[in-house]
C-alpha cells in the first residue's frame, strides 16, 4: 500500500511517516502543495493524506486539482478544530474522511485502514443465487454454461443479487444502475431485464428474473 | 489403373441424400422467409468428403479403406453446416431436421444449451437417411461460426509458444461473450418483432 503523506510542519510529518511505515505502508512525504501534486502526477497511490493549511497551494486546492485530473484515490484531510468550514468545504471538493488536529496516531490508523479497505474488502469477489454466480472480476455469469455480461448488465444483476430479498422497481434500478445516464428510461431497464433474462437461461440456469415491464422485479430461483 | 472410389457404386446414392437434405432446408428457410420476412440462414454448406480425406479418415481411425467403413462406420461421409442468423433460427431449423420423412436420428447433442468446455457451441445432428446414409449436420449462429472458425486456425498455431493456459482462457472468454452478444441481438429482435405485432 502507497501512501502520499502531505504535511507541512516537519516534525509532524516524519513522526506519521515513520509510523506507517512501521506499519508496513510504503510513504512519500511532501511538504507543500506543490510538491504534493507532483507526487501525484508521477506515482499512484492507494491513500493520500492532506493537511490544509499548507504553502504554495493548500490542502484544498492540491484536492479540487486532483479531482478535476479524474484521480479518485481516496483522500484524508487533516485539518484544525476551528476549521468547521474546512472541513465542509473539503468533504464537498471530494474529501473521503477528515481528521482534526491533534489526534492519536491510532485513529489516523484506523481511517487509513478503512479508505484503504473500501475498494478491496467491501465487494465479494463473486455473488451467489440460487445455481448461479456473477463474477466481478471478469463479469462472468456462470452456471453449467458460462457468458461475459456488459457494465450495465452486470451491474443490474448484481443489483438484483443484492436485493433477492424482495422486489425493486424500475425508478429505483434507473437511479441505482443508470444514474449517470439521463437518457436511460424504463424501456432500459426492460431491455436489459429481457437480456439478463435470455442469458440466465443460455447459461442453463434455473433462476429467472420476476417481473413485468415498467414494473417491479425479483430474481427467483425455479 | 485409376483407383476405385471408396464410395463405391454409391457415389449417385450420397449425392442424392444430400440434395434430398438441403431442399428440405432451403424449403424450409423459404417458408420462414416469406411468414417472417426474415432469412433465418446466413449460409448453408454442403460437401461430400473428399476420396483423399476419407480414406485418411479411416486409416486414422484404423479401419480398411472400404466402402462399408466410409458409409457404415464413419458418419460423416455427407456433411452439411447451416449457419443460421439468430440462435432461434438454429433450433427452428434443428426441429425441421429432426422430423424430416425418411430420416431417422442418430445422434443430437447440443453444445449450445451445453456448451463444450473449451467455449465450444454448436448444434449437431447425425441422420441416417433411408436407413443407409448416413449424414452429419451442425447447425449454429454466425457468431458461433466466427468463433469456430477463428479457434480452429489458432489452434494450429499453438506450437509457435506463448502461454497456454492463458490462451485457453482468453479463447473461451472470446466464445462466452460472443454467446452473450447472440442473445442480446435475439432480445433485440424479439422486442422489435414483440412491438410490431402489438402496433399491427
Known amino acids: 500500500m502507497k501512501i502520499l503523506l502531505a504535511e507541512d510542519t516537519k516534525d509532524l510529518n516524519r513522526v506519521i511517516s515513520v509510523a506507517l511505515s512501521h506499519d508496513g505502508y510504503e510513504v512519500d512525504q511532501a511538504y507543500d502543495g506543490e510538491e504534493a501534486l507532483d507526487f501525484i502526477r508521477k506515482n499512484g497511490y492507494d491513500t493520500i493524506i492532506l493537511d490544509i493549511m499548507m504553502p504554495k ?70 455473488l451467489q443465487f440460487a445455481d448461479f454466480t456473477l463474477n466481478n472480476e471478469k463479469f462472468e455469469l456462470k452456471s453449467e454454461n458460462s457468458v461475459r455480461l456488459s457494465v450495465k448488465e452486470f451491474e443490474l444483476m448484481q443489483t438484483l443479487i443484492i436485493n433477492s430479498g424482495h422486489e425493486v422497481d424500475t425508478n429505483y434500478l434507473l437511479q441505482h444502475v443508470w444514474s449517470g445516464t439521463p437518457e436511460a428510461g424504463p424501456d432500459t431497464v426492460w431491455l436489459y431485464i429481457s437480456y439478463l433474462k435470455g442469458k440466465l437461461n443460455a447459461i442453463t440456469s434455473k433462476a429467472t428474473i420476476r417481473g413485468e415491464r415498467n414494473g417491479s422485479f425479483r430474481l427467483e430461483a425455479l | 489403373m485409376e483407383q476405385e472410389s471408396i464410395y463405391g457404386e454409391y457415389r449417385e446414392t ?132 466466427t468463433w469456430a472458425a477463428l479457434e480452429h486456425q489458432l489452434k494450429y498455431k499453438q506450437n509457435i509458444g506463448g502461454n497456454l493456459k492463458l490462451i485457453e482462457e482468453e479463447l473461451k472468454r472470446c466464445a462466452d461473450e460472443l454467446a452473450s452478444t447472440d442473445i442480446s441481438m435475439q432480445t433485440i429482435r424479439d422486442m422489435i418483432y414483440e412491438e410490431r405485432s402489438e402496433t399491427a
Do not use: W
Not at chain 1, 474546512?86 to 489526534?103: I, S
Not at chain 2, 458409409?71 to 427452428?92: M, N, P, Q, W
Open chain 2, 14 to 145: 450420397l449425392n442424392n441424400a444430400m440434395e434430398y437434405i438441403m431442399n428440405a432446408i432451403n424449403a424450409t428457410r423459404e417458408d420462414i422467409k416469406e411468414t417472417k420476412g426474415l432469412d433465418p440462414i446466413e449460409h448453408c454448406l454442403a460437401r461430400i468428403k473428399s476420396e483423399e480425406s476419407m480414406r485418411e479418415k479411416c486409416r486414422r481411425k484404423g479401419l480398411p479403406e472400404t466402402t462399408e467403413s466410409a458409409l457404415e462406420k464413419i458418419h460423416d461421409a455427407i456433411g452439411i453446416r447451416v449457419v443460421c442468423t439468430f440462435v432461434s433460427d438454429v433450433y427452428a431449423i434443428k426441429d425441421l431436421l429432426v422430423h424430416l420423412p425418411d430420416c431417422e436420428i442418430v445422434k443430437e447433442k447440443d453444445y449450445i444449451r451445453h456448451a463444450k468446455p473449451n467455449g465450444y457451441r454448436s448444434y449437431h445432428l447425425i441422420l441416417k437417411y433411408k436407413q443407409k446414409i448416413y449424414a452429419e449436420i451442425q447447425l449454429r449462429t454466425i457468431s458461433m461460426d
Open chain 1, 57 to 126: 497551494k493548500n490542502g484544498l486546492e492540491v484536492l479540487r486539482e486532483l479531482r478535476s485530473a479524474n484521480i479518485v484515490t481516496p483522500v484524508l484531510m487533516l485539518t484544525a478544530k476551528a476549521e468547521i468550514d474546512d472541513r465542509v468545504e473539503g468533504l464537498d471538493a471530494g474529501a473521503d474522511d477528515y481528521l482534526t488536529k491533534p489526534f492519536a496516531m491510532k485513529e489516523l490508523f484506523a481511517r487509513v485502514r478503512a479508505m484503504t479497505r473500501r475498494k478491496t474488502e467491501y465487494a465479494d469477489k463473486q
